[in-house]
C-alpha cells in the first residue's frame, strides 16, 4: 500500500525502477513509473516533515493510478500508452476543462510527467555540482524552469519555503544512500538517461494526442 512509505531510501532502488520502466518497443510501464515514484517520496519523506505537503500530494496522484490499475479496466492501464488510448477511445478524460473526469489517469500521470522533468533537471545540477553548490539553489533553479509553470503563486510560494528547508549537498548525498559523492555522481549518470527517456517517450506520446495541458 502507499500508505506505508517507511523503508530507508536507495537511490539505486529507485535507479532499478525507471530501468524496468520501458518496454521492449518503448512503451512504459505504469507499475514500474508507479515504483520509481513511491522510491522518491520515500527519499522525500525522510527530508522531514516540511515537505509533507508535496509528498501529499503525489501519494494522492499515486493512489489514483494505482485504483485505476485495480478496478475492473485496470488490463487497460498496464501501460501508460494502452491507458492514453483506452481513455481517450473512451471519453474518458476532461479535454478543456475540469467536468466529470477530475481522477482521469491522463491528467493525474500529467501532473508527475511534469514533476518528472523537474526531477531531471534537479538530478543534473546536483551530478555536476561542486562543493559549495546548494542543494536549494539547485532545486529551485530547477523547479522554476519546469514545474513552476504550472502551479499557481501560492503553491510557488510555499516549495520556495520548503526549498530554503532542503539539507546541504554532503547530507543531502548522504541520504541518498549510495556510498561516497563521487559514487552519487557516477550513480546519478547511470540514471539519468532512463529518467529522460521516460520523460521523452512520455512528453511525445502527450503532445501527439494534444495532452499536455489537460486540466
Ligand atoms: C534523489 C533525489 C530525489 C528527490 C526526490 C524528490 C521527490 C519529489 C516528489 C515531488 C512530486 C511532486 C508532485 C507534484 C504534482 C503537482 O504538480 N501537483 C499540483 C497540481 O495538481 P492538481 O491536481 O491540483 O492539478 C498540486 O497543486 C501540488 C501541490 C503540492 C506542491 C508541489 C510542489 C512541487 C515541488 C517539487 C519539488 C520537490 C522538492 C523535493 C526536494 C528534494
Known sequence: SVAVEDQKFCLKEVLNTFKLCLSENKEVYLEHYVAGWR????????????F????????????ILVNHMNDENGSQYVTVQSMVKY???????DLT????HPE??????????????????????LRTSKEDSKTSVMCAEAYNESLSQHHPWVVRKAAG??????????????????????QVVAMLG???PLISEVYQI??????????????
Not at 87 to 93: C, G, K, P
Not at 97 to 100: E, H, L, Y
Not at 106 to 119: E, G, I, Q, V
Not at 170 to 176: A, G, P, Q, T
Open 39 to 50: 522510491g522518491l517520496i520515500k527519499f522525500l519523506n525522510s527530508l522531514g516533515s516540511v
Open 52 to 63: 509533507g505537503f508535496i509528498s501529499k500530494d503525489a501519494v494522492n496522484k499515486i493512489q
Open 87 to 93: 481513455e481517450l477511445e473512451n471519453e474518458l478524460v
Open 97 to 100: 476543462k475540469r467536468g466529470s
Open 104 to 125: 482521469s489517469g491522463c491528467r493525474t500521470l500529467l501532473r508527475l510527467h511534469r514533476a518528472l522533468r523537474w526531477l531531471e533537471l534537479f538530478l543534473e545540477r
Open 161 to 182: 519555503m520548503a526549498f530554503c528547508m532542503l539539507p546541504g549537498r554532503l547530507s543531502f548525498f548522504e541520504v541518498m544512500n549510495v556510498g561516497q559523492p563521487e
Open 190 to 192: 547511470e540514471a539519468l
Open 202 to 215: 512520455t512528453e511525445d506520446l502527450y503532445a501527439q494526442h494534444n495532452l499536455l495541458e489537460l486540466p
